[in-house]
């Protein structure tokens, strides 16, 4: 397959970035080779020769998330000429690639990354949302926020985190415009590498928090886990025994019982008690000065179990970190769900002069706080359901599909 790679403006906007191609006048210029083709051409020029030239291929645009503090970009550079082949193999289906400039940038990616790809896969560089979203599949890591919807058209498709419980109006609107949207939550291997960097960066959060509140470590502190049998608080306790953590764990799930984690690398075993437990969670609940709360149910919705009955008998001062914030977190009380970002990312509330309840909820921890190690995680675990999405658009197994 011979491969195109057209580069034009940068990200802050302006005309062709001045570089020379293989000995190409820089400014504009045409170099050919067996297996791609460079041209630096201007403004509508290159439209009109992108669309020309691509015009049976299939258009996959990747963009960055304007969700604040998220660092993934949706695969990297390395997987493009990989997802085409494997398309190309599935359905005999071209694939070409729109890249947002600047994509990446969190994780030290830069523009001449994409394009070294050029050789072995068709991809464009731009800044113009005229150009990235007049593809056939969008993907975004997180779900699109608000000012991005009018740049979508009927009869495309989305893929990405769209953790639709919280973000039900955007998915909606999209729904109802005719896009296919494809979430990742679908795809269990994606939720579980994801899930497992969300619980190993939790001691991260908490050395911040306790060294500019508590002013003392929080090693020594006990912890409540709720959803204590899921894939973050598995490895949440297994990354904070890893850093020392000698505190007691009270763990509450749907299943009571002891429990043994066997995929954290070295196993834990603790006891678990459900929610309906009235008595033995609340006693649990004041000895905790850490709670995380990360449940969801089988559906990926989070239930908002946890009342003011509960928040009340909290330790003064405690740190409330919620998991499950991407969809809803697992408090009922209004002034909960807020979004909190990384570095700065913890709030309080408070009922009487000395009752005092911090809360964390960074909406993408993976992408926040370990954006690199993310991103290599995720573009490992989405290649199979891109490679599915690509090759059978518009008609995409179910499996596959939000249609809430």
């Avoid at 290159?46 to 969700?67: C, D, E, N, T, Y």
């Avoid at 973000?167 to 497992?196: F, T």
């Avoid at 709360?293 to 003064?316: F, M, Q, S």
Wanted: charged share 25%.
């Amino acid at each position: 397959m011979s491969a195109l790679a057209i580069d034009f403006e940068s990200r802050s906007g302006g005309d062709v970035e001045s570089k020379d191609f293989g000995g190409c006048a820089s400014g504009g210029g045409l170099a050919l080779d067996r297996t791609s083709l460079v041209m630096v051409l201007s403004n509508w020029n290159v439209l009109l020769f992108w669309r020309k030239i691509m015009a049976k291929a299939f258009q996959v645009s990747l963009l960055h998330s304007l969700i604040l503090g998220e660092g993934r970009p949706p695969t990297l550079p390395t997987k493009l000429p990989d997802i085409a082949r494997e398309v190309e193999k599935r359905s005999g289906r071209r694939v070409a690639f729109l890249v947002e400039s600047g994509l990446g940038s969190e994780i030290g990616l830069t523009d001449s990354d994409w394009r070294a790809e050029a050789g072995k896969v068709d991809i464009v560089v731009t800044g113009k949302p005229e150009i990235l979203y007049d593809s056939d599949l969008i993907l975004t890591t997180k779900q699109p926020i608000k000012k991005q919807l009018p740049y979508f058209k009927k009869g495309q498709g989305w893929s990405g985190f769209l953790h639709e419980e919280a973000n039900q109006e955007v998915a909606d609107y999209l729904r109802e415009l005719g896009v296919l949207l494809m979430p990742w939550e679908k795809e269990a291997e994606i939720l579980k590498a994801m899930s497992k960097i969300a619980g190993e960066v939790a001691p991260i959060i908490l050395d911040r928090f306790s060294r500019e509140i508590w002013k003392k470590d929080w090693r020594g502190e006990n912890a409540f886990f709720l959803g204590a049998r899921g894939m973050v608080c598995r490895h949440e306790i297994a990354a904070m025994r890893r850093a020392g953590w000698q505190g007691e764990i009270y763990g509450c799930d749907v299943v009571s019982g002891e429990f043994t984690t066997e995929d954290t690398g070295e196993p834990h075993t603790y006891k678990t008690f459900v929610l309906e437990s009235k008595d033995e969670v609340l006693a649990a609940l004041q000895v905790c000065k850490i709670v995380e709360l990360a449940a969801l149910d089988c559906n990926g919705k989070a239930p908002k179990v946890i009342t003011r009955e509960h928040l009340v008998v909290l330790p003064h001062n405690a740190f409330i970190m919620q998991a499950a914030i991407d969809n809803g977190g697992n408090i009922s009380c209004n002034g909960f769900q807020i979004y909190t970002y990384w570095p700065d990312c913890y709030f309080y509330r408070t009922y009487t002069d000395v009752w005092r309840r911090f809360v964390c909820n960074i909406p993408n921890r993976p992408g926040a706080i370990a954006p690199k190690e993310a991103s290599i995680a995720l573009a490992e675990v989405n290649f199979e359901f891109l490679c599915r999405a690509i090759s059978t658009f518009p008609d995409v197994p179910k499996e596959c599909i939000s249609k809430n």
